[in-house]
């Protein structure tokens, strides 16, 4: 059963590239309201509990390295079927491979600088967003 929450942040690249009000524009048109949403930067340690779930792959040093590298944007999102039409909106993790008119083909430069977190299930969606947000966070 889907739910109607999902949890996004956009990543360090993005934000330094000045995509926040673009991508944050993209996600209000595509229907999607902003129930949380905060500006931060993430320590080592919070991005490596964050990614936890990656601690035994290749790639996890470099994710968190990159990840607390500048500030983010995190947000808690609500729309019908809410982490289906997210991933649809952001398109693939390789931008080269994304549909035109997604987040990622249009503001990520690679698959590891990828503009935006997008969950993948509604029970990740739920741990990220409680990660980031209190109950009296969210409106």
């Known amino acids: ?18 995509h926040i009000g673009a991508i944050i ?7 999607f309201k902003i129930v949380a949403l905060k500006y931060t930067k993430l320590t080592a340690e ?3 509990a964050f990614y936890e779930v990656h601690k035994e792959r290749p790639f996890y040093a470099d994710l ?4 607390s590298s500048g500030p983010i944007v995190a947000a808690i999102l609500e729309k019908d079927n809410a982490v289906e039409e997210f991933r649809k909106l952001i398109g693939a993790t390789d931008p ?3 549909e035109a008119g997604t987040i990622r ?23 990220e967003g409680n990660f980031f947000f209190t109950a009296d966070e969210r409106f």
């Open 105 to 127: 083909q249009k503001y990520a430069k690679s698959i590891d600088a990828n503009a935006v977190h997008g969950s993948d299930s509604d029970e990740n969606a739920e741990i």
């Open 96 to 98: 080269s491979k994304a």
């Open 25 to 31: 524009n993209d996600i209000t048109t595509a229907g």
């Open 1 to 18: 059963m889907s739910t109607n929450r999902t949890f996004t942040m956009i990543k360090p690249d993005a934000v330094a590239n000045g």
């Open 64 to 67: 968190v390295s990159f990840m």
């Open 46 to 48: 919070k991005a490596g």
